[in-house]
């Protein structure tokens, strides 16, 4: 009776693993790190001086972060993304991605969004913002939020790596959006590390972007239920 | 060649201050250009839905911008009501029409640049007719002060290649303008700007030898062209810096103010000039001595 069930059960794993299109089992990923070579340029303080409700927010100093160097030698916030050969069509989640303003400074700084895909806008401070999203494919917009908690949500509804999205009433105020077509990209994190799930087998191009220090792509090649590496290094300008 | 004239001293004075609040209005908005402000506001005629939002960051160049420019719309109306009833020459009133009906134009661009997000022909368009109406601004003013009664009374026979000369400077000045406008707007190849710059240069530097050697005599006329000689040096410095250090927003817009202030005194100048009787001949034997 017992060998009956395994039996049975095996028989289902083995038909699902055939039967389902774009299978989970069938699904590769691809993971690698971004390391940084030279000397790291020194972070600089950035002047909150225009909006003192900016200044009260922090109780030190806060660091200008387009270039940041992890203490293993990575560099955080790059976009890394399948920018050639996925084929077939992902249509947006149901996720929102989320775009915060707290303490003048955008949370996350870089960050990837599907087309389609919802994106929610929020103030969390207790001044004005306006958000400005310089997008060249896309429709450009800019929207104030003069309220504390108020709430904006936006759609892409073309590919664009990068949007810039800032602040023009605080400049330091800058994030990045890449929108793209599926949900293969990643950004790294505080240890340059990034991930990119459930992609099919098969040749791609990858591409690394970072706001200062450029674009660099790579071929890989994903087989099939097997986890690819890929790496990245950018060195100092 | 003008009737005498009966302006009031005080009405003199008024257009001068407007003047100078016109180029104040031209060194607010190069503030924001300069300080990446335009859309620090994106709403207009309101900001963020208010007549007087905090006026902090970038807001405070947005939305000073547009203070400025309102007071500014109002003085340049009274002005015009002002020479409605004491200004006796048709020309002058017309001027001050022109103005008025610039500024109201200036204002839509400038509401049209907000809500477009700075399109940058628009931005352009607003930065140029800017610059036409403070150059309105200082041919008003110049008419009714002082220096116009100063100028007639010692206006002589100058050359016409003086008078083409003081001519083409404007025209290059403004050219070489929509070069600068066009750079800060576009982001485009800054070359153009910097062949425009010893265009004008040279320009200026032919105006001064044409001035010197034909129509010496003529002081005003020669003031005027000194002026913008050691204006467009003085420029061309700042452009420099302004250039090595585009993360000075004082010393980008104060390229951008000078530059406003050569186009006006080039103006004068050429106006001048052009009020002189004039003969055809140019040569030093034949020019007036």
């Given amino acids: 009776m017992k060998s009956f069930t395994v039996s049975k059960l095996m028989l289902v794993v083995a038909f699902a693993a055939v039967a389902l299109p774009g299978s989970v089992f069938a699904d590769s990923s691809v993971a690698g790190s971004v390391s940084f070579t030279g000397e790291a340029p020194a972070a600089k303080p950035v002047k909150m001086n225009a909006d003192p409700a900016c200044k009260s927010a922090h109780s030190g100093p806060v660091m200008d972060n387009s270039v940041v160097v992890n203490s293993n030698n990575t560099l955080k916030n790059v976009f890394v993304y399948v920018k050639e050969g996925v084929t077939g069509e992902y249509p947006a989640p149901a996720e929102v991605v989320k775009l915060d303003q707290k303490g003048c400074w955008y949370e996350p700084h870089v960050f990837g969004i599907q087309v389609g895909q919802q994106l929610e806008i929020s103030n969390s401070d207790a001044t004005l913002h306006n958000v400005n999203a310089k997008a060249k494919a896309n429709r450009p917009f800019n929207i104030a939020q003069p309220v504390q908690n108020m709430k904006s949500k936006k759609k892409f509804s073309k590919p664009e790596v990068m949007v810039s999205v800032k602040c023009n009433v605080h400049p330091w105020m800058q994030s990045y959006a890449g929108v793209v077509e599926h949900p293969f990209f990643a950004v790294t994190d505080a240890t340059g590390a990034f991930s990119i799930e459930g992609l099919p087998a098969g040749d791609y191009v990858l591409e690394a972007w970072h706001e200062e220090l450029g674009t660099q792509t790579q071929n890989i090649t994903v087989a099939e239920g097997a986890a690819a590496t890929a790496d990245f290094s950018f060195s100092a300008q | ?289």
């Fill in chain 2, 1 to 289: 060649m003008d009737k005498q004239l009966e302006t009031p001293k005080w009405l003199a004075h008024y257009a001068l201050f407007t003047a100078c609040f016109t180029f104040f209005l031209i060194i607010a908005g190069g503030m924001v250009t300069s300080t990446d402000s335009g859309l620090a506001v994106p709403d207009w005629p309101l900001a963020y839905g208010m007549w007087f939002p905090p006026m902090v960051g970038g807001i405070f160049y947005e939305h000073g911008h547009r203070m400025v420019a309102g007071v500014t719309g109002i003085l340049i109306l009274l002005l015009n009501l002002f020479l409605w009833k004491n200004e006796s020459r048709l020309w002058v009133r017309r001027l001050g029409q022109i103005m008025l009906l610039g500024v109201v134009i200036q204002a839509l661009l400038g509401g049209l640049t907000v809500i477009l997000l700075l399109p940058p022909q628009i931005s352009i368009a607003h930065a140029m007719l800017g610059q036409a109406i403070f150059c309105l601004t200082v041919a008003v003013a110049h008419a009714l002060g002082k220096s116009w009664q100063g100028n007639t009374n010692s206006l002589q026979t100058i050359s016409e290649s003086v008078w083409r000369m003081c001519l083409s400077v404007p025209i290059l000045v403004s050219v070489q303008l929509f070069l600068g406008a066009y750079y800060r707007h576009t982001g485009a190849a800054l070359m153009p700007h910097v062949i425009g710059a010893f265009a004008v240069l040279i320009g200026i530097c032919f105006q001064n030898y044409y001035v010197l050697r034909f129509a010496a005599d003529m002081k005003p006329l020669l003031r005027m062209s000194m002026r913008l000689l050691l204006f467009v040096c003085l420029q061309i410095g700042l452009g420099l810096v302004a250039w090595m250090k585009p993360e000075w927003p004082s010393m980008v817009t104060a390229h951008v103010g000078l530059g406003a202030l050569i186009l006006a005194q080039s103006v004068l100048a050429a106006w001048t000039a052009g009020r002189c009787p004039r003969k055809t001949v140019s040569s030093p034997a034949s020019s007036v001595a």
